[in-house]
């Protein structure tokens, strides 16, 4: 065989997704075999099998879904395949799905889950497993059925985003990625449609950060009381003003500007909270939830 034809081989071979590739049948536990045929889902018509939570996962950078379901007798468990466009968009909606993690003893990958639901992160891939009886015997079968599906996955490359947070006061397991508008709502309201120019394609990085004894509002971290910071690194610093302008003007009719500069502003919102936005040349620095008005938008509270 020349090197021609083994270099179109493993380019063709690359190209195969892991939806494609051998999946578990009657390997990973005693009983349980694979009960009809996969279903699968492209960007088109993801919709059909996630209705009403679908957006999310297109704004991340969604590609292919499979979906396997197994049976013992009258016992069920499905496992779903999301390869993602990256290895970010695969944590960014992980991240967004997981809540406080809780990982599952035996998953060689992250993971947080329960007797209902596994959530697993693995290269590009975000993988759910469900019961949808929760019963706590079937667990050690979930977990079996997670690292058997989990064989064929790439690793994939180490997301570094999360180097932009400061990790001074930083809440642990609090940080999360955004995309796009769907993302953000779950941090904050900044305005309709996609008022910060991420368009799907650049990502942001968010963290709740403890109020420490010099903060605004003077509060102490043993009251326990949180803001959020969004830090969103655009590709050079004519994006990211073009992106600050578009949020001056696309701004919350419920969010009322106190002070403004050239490059920044301080805000009050509806809840009577306060806020800000810097922008520091390239990137988009946010303040979310602060109890009391930071005396400018450089301010650090």
Same mark, same amino acid.
């Given at each position: 065989?020349?090197?021609?034809?083994?270099?179109?081989?493993?380019?063709?071979?690359?190209?195969?997704?892991?939806?494609?590739?051998?999946?578990?049948?009657?390997?990973?536990?005693?009983?349980?075999?694979?009960?009809?045929?996969?279903?699968?889902?492209?960007?088109?018509?993801?919709?059909?099998?996630?209705?009403?939570?679908?957006?999310?996962?297109?704004?991340?950078?969604?590609?292919?879904?499979?979906?396997?379901?197994?049976?013992?007798?009258?016992?069920?468990?499905?496992?779903?395949?999301?390869?993602?466009?990256?290895?970010?968009?695969?944590?960014?909606?992980?991240?967004?799905?997981?809540?406080?993690?809780?990982?599952?003893?035996?998953?060689?990958?992250?993971?947080?889950? =329960?007797?209902?639901?596994?959530?697993?992160?693995?290269?590009?891939?975000?993988?759910?497993?469900?019961?949808?009886?929760? =019963?706590?015997?079937?667990?050690p079968v979930?977990?079996?059925?997670?690292?058997?599906?989990?064989?064929?996955?790439?690793?994939? =490359?180490?997301?570094?985003?999360?180097?932009?947070?400061?990790?001074?006061?930083?809440?642990?397991?609090?940080?999360?990625?955004?995309?796009?508008?769907?993302?953000?709502?779950?941090?904050?309201?900044?305005?309709?449609? =996609?008022?910060?120019?991420?368009?799907?394609?650049?990502?942001?990085?968010?963290?709740?950060?403890?109020?420490?004894?010099?903060?605004?509002?003077?509060?102490?971290?043993?009251?326990?009381?949180?803001?959020?910071?969004?830090?969103?690194?655009?590709?050079?610093?004519?994006?990211?003003?073009?992106?600050?302008?578009?949020?001056?003007?696309?701004?919350?009719?419920?969010?009322?500007?106190?002070?403004?500069?050239?490059?920044?502003?301080?805000?009050?919102?509806?809840?009577?909270k306060f806020?800000?936005?810097?922008?520091k040349g390239?990137?988009?620095?946010?303040?979310?939830?602060?109890?009391?008005?930071?005396?400018?938008?450089?301010?650090?509270?």
């Open positions: 065989m020349n090197r021609y034809v083994t270099l179109c081989i493993v380019m063709l071979l690359s190209l195969v997704s892991v939806a494609e590739r051998p999946v578990p049948r009657d390997d990973f536990a005693p009983g349980w075999t694979l009960s009809g045929r996969a279903l699968r889902f492209a960007q088109e018509n993801l919709y059909d099998y996630i209705d009403g939570g679908a957006e999310l996962f297109l704004e991340f950078g969604f590609e292919e879904l499979a979906v396997y379901r197994y049976a013992r007798g009258e016992e069920e468990i499905t496992l779903e395949m999301y390869r993602m466009e990256s290895p970010a968009s695969a944590l960014g909606i992980y991240l967004m799905r997981c809540g406080e993690e809780t990982p599952v003893e035996g998953i060689r990958a992250r993971n947080s889950g =329960d007797r209902y639901q596994f959530n697993v992160l693995k290269g590009s891939h975000f993988v759910q497993v469900n019961s949808f009886e929760g =019963d706590e015997s079937l667990v979930m977990v079996a059925l997670t690292q058997r599906a989990l064989q064929g996955v790439p690793e994939g =490359d180490s997301v570094r985003l999360f180097e932009h947070l400061p990790r001074e006061g930083l809440v642990r397991g609090s940080e999360l990625l955004i995309r796009g508008p769907y993302g953000l709502q779950a941090v904050f309201t900044f305005g309709k449609g =996609d008022v910060l120019k991420l368009g799907g394609e650049v990502f942001g990085v968010v963290g709740n950060y403890e109020l420490g004894d010099s903060g605004a509002g003077g509060c102490g971290e043993e009251d326990g009381r949180t803001y959020s910071k969004i830090f969103i690194p655009y590709s050079d610093a004519e994006a990211a003003r073009s992106a600050y302008e578009s949020l001056v003007q696309n701004l919350d009719e419920h969010v009322t500007v106190l002070a403004r500069s050239e490059s920044g502003f301080v805000f009050r919102d509806y809840r009577g806020g800000s936005a810097e922008l390239r990137l988009l620095e946010l303040r979310v939830n602060l109890p009391e008005r930071p005396v400018s938008a450089s301010e650090e509270p």
